[in-house]
DNA sequence: GGCAGCCTGGTT
DNA sequence: AACCAGGCTGCC
């Protein structure tokens, strides 16, 4: 194998014959490489033995909850062409005038369209609602109305949110492990996902919760106003 | 645009 | 035994 690529929540690794793997985790999904013989573990759907000069190494996808998906490309330009052209700009890389785009003609709530991997790709529901609350919007606030300063102030959290997951690890709530199989520690600076009903770190006020697009919601209804005001720090 | 359904394991 | 979480597809 020579490189991997990424796009929004989709992975794709390259062999060194151009061919691709493309590679969706789901929710409880993960891919473990390591050299030589794996023990034995359940739910793996595929293994592979990669041979690197005299060296054996094995690549393995496991997916308890069997939400995760892959399918095989014969160039990283099928991948582009196919799967990749259905996806939004990638969240960590968001730029406001690319999200600016995408709010400014839905009056879908906020929330919702975070979500569509379609406008944004990356964002699953931990890391919108952390991204909310950080940015002090409201989930169910009209996608159009948020004020262009606001929207540029929301492109900045979201890649801020995003590197700073990335450098700790993600969020380990259950089934997520880094590559080398450790846990991950966002989980520990969330301030809203898993905290109904607990105080608002900010301002104290308990943490409400609500579907919000078929998803289960947590923000604070005093640091989250529904009317984004421009300038707002 | 909503919503059921897919699936498993942990919780109630 | 019933319910829930989660991402995404496919059907209204």
């Known amino acids: 194998m020579l490189e991997l690529h990424r796009k929004g929540k989709q992975l794709v690794l390259e062999m060194r014959s151009g061919s691709c793997l493309l590679l969706h985790l789901g929710m409880s999904g993960s891919i473990r490489v ?29 997916d308890p909850r069997r939400f995760g998906w892959l399918e095989s490309h014969a160039s990283m330009a099928s991948v582009h062409a196919s799967a990749w052209s259905a996806l939004g700009p990638d969240a960590l890389e968001i730029s406001s005038e690319q ?34 609350f950080r940015a002090g919007l409201h989930p169910e606030c009209a996608s159009h109305r948020v004020p262009p ?5 929301l492109a900045r959290i979201t890649r801020e949110v995003l590197a700073r997951a990335v450098e700790l690890g993600g969020s380990t709530i259950r089934d997520h492990r880094t590559v080398e199989g450790a846990w991950g520690s966002f989980q520990d600076e969330h301030r809203v996902y898993g905290r109904v009903g607990l105080p608002c770190r900010v301002c104290g ?7 919000v697009s078929q998803r289960t919601t947590v923000f604070c209804r005093r640091c989250q106003s529904r009317t984004p005001q421009e300038g707002r720090p």
Do not use: F
Not at 149 to 153: F, I, N
């Open 34 to 62: 390591c050299v030589g013989e794996m023990e034995p573990e359940s739910h793996v759907h595929a293994l592979w033995q990669l041979q690197r000069d005299a060296v054996t190494m094995s690549l393995r996808h496991r």
């Open 99 to 132: 999200l600016a785009a995408s709010l400014r003609e839905s009056r879908r709530p906020l929330k919702s369209l975070l979500l569509d991997q379609g406008r944004i790709a990356g964002l699953g529901n931990i890391y919108v609602d952390e991204i909310l």
């Open 149 to 153: 300063g606001v929207v540029s102030r």
């Open 205 to 211: 006020t308990p943490l409400s919760t609500r579907q």
